[in-house]
């Protein structure tokens, strides 16, 4: 069981099972939306994750050219988890709003393109300069 949420504590999640994938995204929205050099995410199918509390969303075009939404508290405005249209059905979770962040065990690093030379989080990772499958 994963648990977490966002920093006021009003928007809640939890998901249970393994999660399909983990990684971190290096792509220039995750960066702008996080202020970092890159969002780690926890990929879980839908149904497997619980939502509690208000969201505000915010959709955009993403690296791909299909369109990634993101979900975020509307006290605090942390952005907790996301959606993308490339993969439907699916939700991701983003690594620093785990209770437990020790729980996040990234395997891939994906738009390595656009990782910033200061970020080396992803040494050691399955790197992917865009997505993963020729996307
Ligand atoms: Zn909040
Ligand atoms: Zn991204």
New binding site residues.
């Given amino acids: 069981m994963i648990t977490g949420g966002c920093l006021c504590g009003a928007l809640r999640y939890r998901a249970g099972g393994e999660p399909l994938l983990q990684g971190l995204?290096?792509?220039?929205?995750?960066?702008r939306?996080s202020g970092a050099g890159?969002?780690g995410?926890v990929c879980f199918a839908e149904d497997a994750v619980t939502v509690e509390g208000e969201t505000r969303s915010y959709a955009s075009t993403?690296?791909s050219g299909a369109t990634?939404t993101r979900y975020s508290c509307p006290t605090c405005h942390s952005v907790v988890f996301?959606r993308a249209e490339v993969m439907p059905g699916r939700i991701n979770l983003y690594a620093g709003s785990l209770d437990d962040t020790s729980q996040f065990k990234p395997q891939v690093a994906?738009?390595t393109r656009s990782r910033p030379p200061w970020d080396d989080s992803s040494r050691g990772l399955v790197c992917f300069d865009t997505v993963p499958s020729s996307q």
């Fill in positions: 995204c290096h792509c220039r929205n995750c960066q939306m890159h969002v995410f993403g690296g990634a996301g994906i738009f």
